[in-house]
């Protein structure tokens, strides 16, 4: 028989689960956080002839995704790109990746795009069915196998790089922008990579179907998402032209906002750069 001294002990007996509650489920902003947090670099580098080639036909792969309306092919590919560095050996499930990608993405576009993109030679997929696990292709789809160091890539001399920086995904352009608005983030972004270059963009829109590929309408609809998002900055500068009625002509400057501006994308990569030199290894003990 249970005394009534023997019950209240068991009633105040110690639980150990107190406290031990469920957390919010990982969703969307979570997910992309987290993992660009272990990517740690705070950008990604991509080729610079991904978006326009040195020698005619200029227009490149960006093009194709663009004018065959691939928003979720192109948001991949900087993403496997982004992540690279832990994706080796630690692989993402399609579902992972589509809620990476946008609360609105579904595993079923996630693999149209992985399928694309292993078509047009941007990358191979390997792995199982529902984890795949990705071989990067060089950006500008010549098919040749990716390399993450420029100075021993002959093939990317001259080429360059340009900075995408994590904001893209952790602040939410990815999903505020779309197909033209994120065309023109990248075409500006490499226009613009080197503090040492052009601090601005200029190109009349009726050249972007020959520089870039796709169409005057389709670059004055993305210079309307990046201005209302506040991403873009700009000045019109009136310029002399004998052909003009007036003989004078608006030439538009336009130049990226932060956190995709030249100085500081410039400041990350010397950031980025200054981690990795710090991290020497030692040298082999020196004999007495």
């Given amino acids: 028989m249970t005394t009534s001294t023997e019950a209240a002990g068991q009633d105040a007996e110690f639980d150990p689960f107190a406290g031990i509650e469920d957390e919010p489920i990982s969703d969307t902003e979570h997910t992309r956080a987290t993992l660009l947090e272990q990517a740690r670099r705070g950008f990604v580098r991509i080729r610079k002839d991904f978006v326009q080639r040195e020698t005619k036909p200029r227009p490149s792969v960006l093009a194709e995704l663009v004018t065959g309306r691939k928003e979720v092919a192109l948001d991949l590919l900087l993403s496997v790109h982004a992540l690279q560095p832990i994706l080796p050996g630690s692989p993402l499930s399609v579902r992972t990746w589509a809620r990476l990608l946008g609360p609105e993405v579904t595993e079923r576009s996630v693999r149209g795009a992985m399928g694309f993109l292993q078509d047009r030679g941007l990358l191979d997929v390997q792995g199982r069915k529902g984890m795949p696990e990705f071989v990067l ?32 995904w952790t602040a939410g352009a990815i999903d505020a922008l ?3 608005g994120k065309a023109m983030l990248l075409v500006i972004l490499r226009d613009t990579q080197d503090p040492k270059g052009k601090l601005t963009f200029v190109m009349a829109n ?10 005057e309408r389709t670059a004055e609809r993305g210079y309307l998402e990046l201005r209302r998002t506040g991403l873009l900055r700009e000045k019109v500068k009136l310029v002399p032209d004998a052909r003009h009625p007036l003989g004078r002509r608006e030439e538009w400057h336009r130049a990226l906002a932060y956190p995709y501006s030249t100085d500081h994308r410039e400041a990350l990569r010397k950031a980025a750069r200054a981690a990795r030199d710090a991290i020497v290894p030692a040298g082999p003990a020196s004999s007495a």
């Fill in 137 to 168: 292709k060089r950006e500008n789809g010549d098919g040749e196998p990716w390399n993450p160091e420029p100075e021993e890539d002959p093939a990317a001399r001259g080429r360059g790089f340009f900075t995408l920086p994590f904001d893209y």
């Fill in 178 to 180: 779309s197909l033209p």
């Fill in 206 to 215: 009726e050249r972007a179907q020959e520089f870039y590929g796709f169409s």
